[in-house]
């Protein structure tokens, strides 16, 4: 896939964006701290639709993966992904992408029906390695690693679609895809 420069550093950007808005994070007793990812990712998808959203999302995720300390309570390298929080790095490809999906849709609500079922996703992988790795069963993974952030989350998914209608907005008013956006 070629991509022009213009692509790759707004691709760039958002990766930059979503690094910055994982490191800020509050701890939680159960190893899940609350960090402003899931806007980062979904808001990366809503504006940038789900080729690009995705590619800022794995950029994002290869950064971590080599040890750059842009996970939450800036963290870094593989072991991340095979930890506690390893299901929702993972699960976060699915949320830009349907976010991205989504953004495609004439009807509002379609768009962020497709950003919840990226959303469910990411909190079902998230529950399920959490579970795996503790121990526990699939139920009370869901309940010690996704229950207590599936509000704030919503939240997160839809503010970052209100947040993206005029970036996009100002995006196509600059040309800055010539009509991509």
């Keep these: 896939m070629k991509m022009s ?33 899931t806007f980062a990712v979904a808001l990366g ?3 940038l639709g789900a080729k690009r959203g995705t590619a800022a999302t794995v950029v994002y995720l290869l950064l971590g993966a080599v040890g750059a300390p842009v996970f939450a309570g800036m963290v870094g390298g593989l072991s991340c992904f095979a930890g506690y929080t390893g299901g929702f790095l993972w699960g976060f490809l699915f949320l830009a992408l349907l976010c991205g999906v989504g953004i495609r849709r004439r009807n509002a609500l379609l768009r962020l029906v497709c950003g919840m079922a990226g959303l469910l996703l990411c909190h079902f992988l998230g529950a399920l390695q959490f579970s795996l790795v503790a121990g526990t069963s699939f139920g009370e993974g869901f309940l010690l690693a996704s229950a207590p952030y599936l509000f704030k989350d919503v939240i997160s998914v839809a503010g970052a ?10 995006l196509s008013a600059g040309q800055v895809w010539k009509g991509t956006v």
Excluded: E
């Excluded at 990766?15 to 609350?34: Q, R």
């Excluded at 947040?163 to 907005?169: E, N, S, T, Y």
């Design 161 to 170: 679609y209100a947040a993206a209608l005029p970036i996009r907005h100002a």
């Design 5 to 37: 420069t213009r692509t790759i550093v707004t691709v760039g950007m958002f990766a930059a964006v979503i690094s910055v808005l994982s490191i800020l994070s509050i701890p939680m007793p159960s190893g899940v701290p609350v960090t402003l990812q």
């Design 45 to 47: 998808g809503y504006v």
